[in-house]
């Protein structure tokens, strides 16, 4: 498979662009989708690879304009359940079949889209201040799904949202600990092969892609109403995780 042909830039693009908005200025509970898209067209391990180290970008590139503004008393809550839930991870990576990693990645997209559909009908709440216990279990999952799928946003949204975190506090704390997130995850992807000389040509192809779709969720968070992104959003996670489960049975 020739990762830097014309129709795989021109099809990964939009996806990494897209993961850009997401990290810049929606809290990266959706930039998983861009690994469930490109994970129709590509191994599962191809895919989180390939998206991996431009996450790590768009980190950076968030940073600067979130800097100190995250809650150091919730990202510290969630990275320690994150350390375990990362291992546990890798674990079940190393001895699953590419179909069930498809399956799960179609699951855990699918299940994200009925969770918020479920909060916006009111049947899921989130009132109430959750304790340390909640928020190191949020860490665990968010570490394990982040290692499947790049999708630990839901995990640590439903922690979160249960602080109070206004809206700028809620992103940069998502940011700080994505970051660190996803660097503990590159010494486990390099290990296990994930990485490949075609993946990180295609990376520093995507670097402009990345680096304008966090400008522009940077820029959207301002005044882009969430409800327009996400409704965007939960529709292309509702296609691509049907279809990923599809694929991972028939």
Do not use: C, E
Request: hydrophobic share 60%.
């Amino acid at each position: 498979m020739d990762l830097l042909s014309w129709t795989m830039v021109a099809f990964v693009a939009p996806a990494v662009i897209f993961a850009g908005i997401s990290k810049g200025g929606f809290g990266s509970s959706v930039a998983f989708a861009s690994s469930s898209i490109l994970a129709i067209v590509l191994p599962p391990a191809v895919a989180v690879g390939v998206m991996l180290p431009l996450l790590i970008l768009m980190d950076v590139a968030s940073l600067w304009a979130f800097w100190r503004r995250w809650d150091w008393s919730v990202a510290k809550v969630l990275l320690l359940g994150a350390v375990p839930g990362t291992l546990a991870g890798a674990a079940f990576w190393s001895v699953a079949d590419p179909d069930v990693i498809r399956v799960l990645i179609g699951a855990v997209a699918l299940t994200f889209v009925g969770w918020q559909g479920a909060r916006s009908a009111g049947l899921i709440r989130l009132g109430a201040k959750l304790g340390p216990r909640a928020g190191v279990l949020s860490g665990i999952v968010l570490g394990f799904t982040s290692f499947v799928s790049h999708a630990g946003g839901p995990a640590a949204a439903v922690y979160m949202l249960g602080q109070g975190l206004g809206k700028t506090a809620f992103q940069a704390t998502t940011v700080i600990v994505f970051f660190a997130v996803n660097l503990f995850k590159v010494g486990f992807y390099a290990a296990m092969g994930i990485f490949s000389q075609q993946s990180l040509a295609l990376d520093v192809v995507m670097i402009p892609a990345a680096l304008l779709g966090t400008w522009m969720g940077v820029k959207l968070h301002k005044w882009l109403p969430d409800a327009w992104f996400f409704g965007v959003t939960y529709v292309a996670l509702t296609v691509t995780g049907a279809k990923l489960i599809w694929d991972g049975i028939v």
